[in-house]
């Protein structure tokens, strides 16, 4: 069973920093490439990073110089340090595992910034 297990949100104030996690099972992680996607209320779900299998990374232009992702293929775990955080980062963040035809997505967890 395929679990994709995400950690990390919280209440933060404009220009805090956040570290999410992910911590996958069930897959074979190193295959795969890892990614971070949001959805604010009332928007659709968008691309935040990605990092494939090799380490290569891309990035939305709305969080590039701000955000970095990670992985750890000894843990099974992808990150995404966020720093310089805006009231508009504010979303519910999912992480998503891809290889050829098969897609995963956790639960998500929610990241709120506001003063």
């Known amino acids: 069973q395929v679990q994709l297990v995400e950690s990390g949100g919280g209440l933060v104030q404009p220009g805090g920093s956040l570290r999410l996690s992910c911590a996958a099972s069930?897959?074979?992680?190193?295959?795969?490439?890892m990614g971070w996607y949001r959805q604010a209320p009332g928007q659709q779900r968008e691309l935040v990073a990605t990092?494939?299998?090799?380490?290569?990374?891309n990035y939305a232009d709305s969080v590039k110089d701000r955000f970095t992702i990670s992985r750890d293929n000894t843990k099974n775990t992808v990150y995404l340090q966020m720093n310089s955080l805006k009231p508009q980062d504010t979303a519910l963040y999912y992480c998503?595992?891809?290889?050829?035809?098969?897609?995963?997505w956790g639960q998500g967890t929610q990241v709120t910034v506001s003063s």
């Open positions: 998503n595992a891809g290889f050829l035809y098969t897609n995963y």
């Open positions: 069930g897959i074979i992680f190193s295959r795969f490439t």
């Open positions: 990092i494939n299998s090799a380490g290569a990374t």
